[in-house]
């Protein structure tokens, strides 16, 4: 079963527009981790943040956490036509059994040129 | 390109029939994680493999086993294939499996079960 549920399901902007995905999930998590996919490929990983971490920066990409409301987000600043794909937010809870990402179903961003 | 790579990219099996699909992980990496990802949904966690042990399992069938090698490359052999199978299978390499790790996904092998 998934864990997370992410918000909106598809999204479709104009070039230099923001794109904002929300991910919500159920459980306690050691870190959560966004990922991007393009057209049914393999994941490539974006950015971590930390259970401890509230916000994250990463060249275009803000992440942030909110661990009570058990939420995060990713805003996309000053999108291209390159960022369409899908983006995943993956959770990991951590323990003993190493690292397992439980992933939500993903928001498909379209932009425009 | 992350130094991850998978065998073959497609396959078509019919239901019934065994798959092996194979997966070469990033170099200096001992760990390898196998996820099913169906049409339209995310990435589900099959199990994971350190150090040719598996080292934890998710919501699978014991028909989806796995091996993994001394050089740390592994297998996902799926036995008595059923329709519900096909989808696209990605392994990801991890430096120790631990959490909090980034895990590097390969491209995927596409299976279709008729």
């Known amino acids: 079963s998934q864990q997370g549920e992410e918000d909106p399901q598809a999204l479709s902007i104009q070039e230099g527009e923001n794109a904002t995905m929300n991910c919500s999930y159920k459980t306690s998590i050691n870190n959560l981790q966004w990922y991007r996919q393009n057209s049914g490929r393999g994941l490539v990983h974006l950015i971590l943040?930390?259970?401890?971490?509230r916000e994250k920066h990463s060249g275009r990409l803000r992440v942030t956490l909110d661990t009570s409301k058990k939420s995060s987000s990713l805003l996309i600043t000053a999108s291209r036509a390159a960022d369409t794909a899908s983006y995943f937010c993956a959770t990991d809870a951590g323990g003993t059994s190493g690292s397992r990402l439980t992933f939500g179903e993903g928001t498909q961003l379209t932009v425009n040129p | 390109e992350t130094g991850v790579t998978q065998s073959p990219t497609h396959l078509i099996k019919t239901r019934g029939q065994q798959v092996t699909l194979r997966c070469s992980s990033q170099?200096?990496?001992?760990?390898v994680s196998w996820y099913q990802q169906a049409l339209g949904q995310g990435p589900q966690f099959i199990f994971q493999?350190?150090?040719?042990?598996?080292?934890g399992r998710g919501n699978f069938p014991p028909r989806f086993s796995g091996l993994q090698f001394p050089n740390y490359s592994s297998e996902l052999n799926v036995n008595a294939l059923e329709l519900d199978d096909s989808a696209l299978y990605l392994c990801?390499?991890?430096?120790?499996?631990?959490?909090?790790?980034?895990?590097?996904f390969g491209p995927g092998t596409r299976l279709l079960v008729l």
């Open positions: 170099s200096g990496h001992n760990t």
């Open positions: 990801a390499s991890s430096l120790a499996g631990l959490a909090g790790e980034t895990q590097y």
């Open positions: 943040i930390r259970s401890n971490e």
């Open positions: 493999y350190y150090r040719e042990e598996e080292n």
